[in-house]
């Protein structure tokens, strides 16, 4: 399984960007695709998380109602949808997948290459 994760770019406070991870290979049926972000000095970080079957997802706490992820089966792409984007948002993001419902960073297999958010006051 290889990631792509796109869409990262520079923002202004109050914006909103979309970043994209696009897998190929096999996905099973059951996996699950989470977002992390790791800001310069700081330790990776869980933003939230989809299973590919249900589409349940569960985000951080300091994610929910900003941040929504879904998916395309058909085009095996997961997608974040950052809204009301403050500078504490400016990371990179990265995608990953692995069978665990979970948080924690080390549960997932495969991690995309991750893509730079930059939010400006």
């Known amino acids: 399984v290889q990631l792509q994760a796109s869409g990262g770019g520079l923002v202004q406070t109050g914006g909103s960007l979309r970043l994209a991870c696009a897998a190929s290979?096999?996905?099973?049926?059951?996996?699950?695709t989470g977002w992390f972000r790791q800001a310069p000095g700081k330790e990776r970080e869980f933003v939230g998380l989809?299973?590919?079957?249900?589409?349940?997802?569960y985000y951080a706490d300091s994610m929910k109602g900003r941040f929504t992820i879904s998916k395309d089966n058909a085009k095996k792409t997961v997608v974040l949808q950052m809204n009301s984007l403050k500078p504490e948002d400016t990371a990179l993001y990265y995608c990953a997948t692995g069978p665990a419902f979970s948080n924690v960073a080390r549960d997932y297999e495969y991690w995309g290459q991750g893509t730079q958010v930059t939010v400006s006051s």
């Open positions: 989809i299973r590919w079957s249900s589409g349940s997802t």
């Open positions: 290979g096999r996905i099973l049926t059951n996996y699950i």
